[in-house]
């Protein structure tokens, strides 16, 4: 019990460090942008760039051959795993694997549908997705509204996922959607957790003074080797190291805090 505390202290710490660091990021502006379906980087082939390139894969992508995805510029790799409260992506097991097993920073999505119980959809994911040391957090997906269902309502079952599934593994999880759904239902309402916003344009995400985001998808019409049909491709916010920082870890207390390496890794000018 006490280990398990401390492994959740470590994480909210980490979370901190990296809401420290996105805030920065939501307001510099040389953050770069993308072109031609690609980050601009000093070198997209590098651990080290400071632009990260990632995928996300669901059915629709059928057999992915991650040996190939590992062997082009793609750092990480978000698999949908479920959705609503009974249905499972049946890829999900199999990605899941490969990507590990290619070396591929790996993180598990859950597809939210306002009308479903959210106790059901809790359970599904939890009882679907285990996460070890080294991958990224959870991710709610986020994109869809039911006109029985008020904005209220749906983030209030919103905000239970995310409390129920930040106990079950002890990290935050991260929130994707749309700039427009973000605009219209969540803007302000999550300023305690990350956001991946899908915006297909050359202007990066527009969010909220209290919000942060760290992933972008900018474009779902992607092209990477492995993969025969259009794929979505993110981009991350940082360099591999800070990559890392938001994965799961196995050693909750360091030397530094990672707020504070964070602030040396990234020293506001």
């Not at 510029?73 to 249905?87: L, N, P, Y």
């Not at 959870?138 to 930040?166: C, G, Q, Y």
Request: with cysteine.
């Amino acid at each position: 019990m006490i280990f398990s505390l401390l492994i959740s202290a470590g994480n909210k710490l980490v979370v901190s460090g990296l809401l420290f660091f996105a805030g920065y990021i939501a307001n510099v502006t040389d953050v770069p942008v993308p072109d031609n379906n690609e980050p601009k980087a000093a070198n997209t082939s590098s651990t080290n760039t400071t632009s990260l390139k990632g995928i996300d894969v669901s059915r629709w992508q059928k057999d992915v051959d991650w040996a190939l995805v590992g062997e082009s510029d793609v750092k990480f790799a978000f698999v949908k795993a479920t959705q609503g409260d009974f249905r499972l992506d049946p890829y999900f097991a199999r990605n899941w694997e490969e990507t590990k097993r290619h070396g591929i920073k790996r993180g598990a999505y859950h597809f939210f549908k306002p009308e479903a119980p959210i106790q059901g959809q809790i359970d599904l994911f939890i009882s679907t997705v285990t996460l070890e040391p080294g991958d990224l957090p959870p991710v709610l997906d986020v994109e869809v509204a039911d006109p029985k269902i008020s904005s209220e309502e749906m983030r209030k079952s919103i905000k239970i996922w995310l409390e129920a599934v930040t106990a079950h593994y002890g990290v935050k999880p991260i929130i994707y959607t749309s700039q427009n759904y973000y605009r219209r239902h969540l803007k302000g309402h999550f300023s305690e957790y990350l956001f991946w916003i899908a915006r297909y344009s050359e202007n990066k995400p527009e969010i909220h003074h209290t919000d942060s985001w760290m992933f972008w998808q900018y474009t779902d019409k992607g092209s990477v080797s492995g993969i025969n049909a259009a794929v979505d491709i993110n981009f991350f916010a940082g360099d591999f190291e800070t990559l890392a920082q938001l994965c799961l870890q196995d050693n909750a207390i360091a030397q530094e805090s990672p707020l504070q390496q964070l602030k040396h890794m990234y020293p506001k000018p």
